[in-house]
């Protein structure tokens, strides 16, 4: 297989020479751990308050199947189990804000890892309000 591999190389190594080579700009936002936990927490609660069971319940009467909604996302698969009867009100709150807050932790492994690869992250402190985040971002793509 090697040998096929290196032929191959061989005969199409001009194939890549013409293409542009691209460098990301990744920018990622940043919160103290606290923070970023808390922010979580009361997101989840402000979307139960505006409606997010009313939009599953909806789908449901609608004859989208429940089981096909537990595939859609966190939201959808812990909120069509309270809404189904498998799990309270309080266990699906609980059991959805631990799955968003490992989600959470995934992403953010996930930006270490690229990191570690060499790729530059422009890091923008989330307490900064909004111009400010802005100005951020503009600065940064200015020096490009």
Not at 67 to 77: C, I, M, N, S
Not at 85 to 95: A, P, R, W
Request: hydrophobic share 35%; glycine share 6%.
């Amino acid at each position: 297989r090697a040998i096929e591999i290196a032929e191959y190389e061989n005969r199409n190594k001009y194939r890549d020479a013409g293409k542009l080579q691209f460098r990301p700009l990744i920018f990622g936002i940043r919160y103290e751990r606290s923070k970023l936990r808390y922010r979580i927490t009361q997101r989840l609660k402000q979307r139960l308050s505006e409606g997010m069971t009313g939009e599953v319940e909806k789908l449901l009467k609608q004859g989208v199947n429940a089981d096909k909604l537990l595939f859609y996302g966190l939201e959808y698969r812990y909120v069509t189990q309270y809404l189904t009867g498998e799990i309270s009100y309080s266990e699906m709150f609980e059991k959805l804000n631990t799955a968003i807050h490992q989600f959470a932790k995934r992403q953010m492994t996930w930006f270490r890892r690229i990191e570690k690869k060499g790729f530059d992250i422009c890091w923008v402190e989330g307490e900064l309000d909004v111009p400010d985040k802005k100005g951020v971002i503009l600065k940064k793509l200015s020096a490009l």
